[in-house]
């Protein structure tokens, strides 16, 4: 299916530009040259991608981006600028942009940056259908959040629960304590304790005593790994 991309831009040379090469990717592209236009074609819901100038006639890209997060369109942001400092990059991630890029910028590195974040969204979107996780003889219901191996319900804290799925969706991965301090305590620091291999332990021992297969390994000097493989 072809990819669908917005472009807000006033510069006409940029615009044609932007979708010259787009279009020559593989994607459909639409313009709009000010952000009252922008606002309406992207609060239809119907692009995979919007690209937004920073500096547009009629409602500036900031505005227009925080009227299309306000009115609960989740499409992704790319902004460009030639306002390029730190605070203007804040500026424009606060607003709702999902990344923003410097002008003068390459075509190459535009690409690329469109190609993660139409990964993000494809795997939000899967994350999203699934309802159920199984690694091994180990079933997890994202719905009815139970946890059952062998057919045996394991009963689990709020906590323990949310730290299982994390490693379920990345099983047979290694996932760092730094990782999981980030998505499941919101911690972007190191707090300076064990609370992760603390909360490993305990899920560790719910999940594995009375199994004759261990499930979670420690993968030393790196993380954790949820494999039925040792």
Same mark, same amino acid.
Request: charged fraction near 25%.
């Given at each position: 299916?072809t990819?669908?991309?917005?472009?807000?831009?006033?510069?006409?040379?940029?615009?044609?530009?932007?979708?010259k090469?787009? /279009?020559?990717?593989?994607?459909?592209?639409?313009?709009?040259?000010? &952000?009252?236009?922008?606002l309406?074609l992207?609060?239809?819901?119907?692009f %995979?991608l919007?690209?937004?100038?920073?500096?547009?006639p009629?409602l500036?890209?900031?505005?227009?981006?925080?009227?299309?997060?306000?009115?609960?369109?989740?499409?992704?942001v #790319?902004?460009?600028?030639?306002?390029?400092?730190?605070d %203007?990059?804040?500026d424009g991630?606060?607003?709702?942009?999902?990344?923003? #890029?410097?002008?003068?910028?390459?075509?190459?590195?535009l690409?690329?940056?469109?190609?993660a #974040? !139409?990964?993000?969204?494809?795997?939000?979107?899967?994350?999203?259908?699934?309802?159920? !996780?199984?690694? $091994? %003889?180990?079933?997890?219901?994202?719905?009815?959040r139970?946890? /059952?191996?062998? &057919?045996?319900?394991?009963? !689990?804290?709020?906590?323990?629960?949310?730290?299982?799925?994390?490693?379920?969706?990345?099983?047979?991965?290694?996932? /760092?304590?730094?990782?999981? !301090?980030?998505k499941?305590?919101?911690?972007?620091f190191?707090?300076?304790?064990n609370?992760?291999?603390?909360?490993? &332990?305990?899920?560790?021992?719910?999940?594995?005593?009375g199994?004759?297969?261990?499930?979670?390994? /420690?993968?030393? $000097?790196a993380?954790?790994? #949820?494999?039925?493989?040792?």
């Amino acid at each position: 299916m072809t990819r669908k991309i917005l472009i807000v831009e006033d510069d006409a040379g940029t615009a044609s530009y932007l979708a010259k090469g787009l /279009t020559e990717a593989g994607f459909a592209v639409e313009n709009a040259s000010d &952000g009252r236009d922008g606002l309406f074609l992207a609060s239809e819901g119907i692009f %995979d991608l919007i690209i937004a100038d920073r500096m547009l006639p009629g409602l500036n890209g900031l505005a227009m981006v925080g009227a299309i997060r306000a009115a609960e369109v989740r499409t992704p942001v #790319l902004m460009l600028s030639a306002l390029a400092t730190v605070d %203007d990059r804040v500026d424009g991630l606060k607003a709702g942009a999902d990344d923003y #890029l410097c002008k003068p910028f390459s075509f190459a590195e535009l690409f690329a940056r469109i190609e993660a #974040l !139409l990964r993000r969204t494809d795997r939000a979107a899967t994350q999203q259908q699934v309802t159920r !996780l199984s690694v $091994g %003889d180990l079933e997890i219901d994202l719905l009815a959040r139970t946890v /059952t191996r062998e &057919g045996r319900t394991i009963p !689990l804290g709020a906590r323990e629960f949310n730290l299982l799925e994390y490693l379920a969706r990345h099983a047979g991965q290694v996932v /760092t304590r730094t990782m999981m !301090l980030e998505k499941i305590w919101n911690y972007h620091f190191d707090p300076g304790s064990n609370v992760v291999d603390v909360h490993i &332990g305990r899920l560790r021992r719910k999940i594995e005593e009375g199994f004759a297969t261990p499930i979670l390994h /420690t993968v030393r $000097g790196a993380g954790y790994r #949820l494999s039925v493989e040792s």
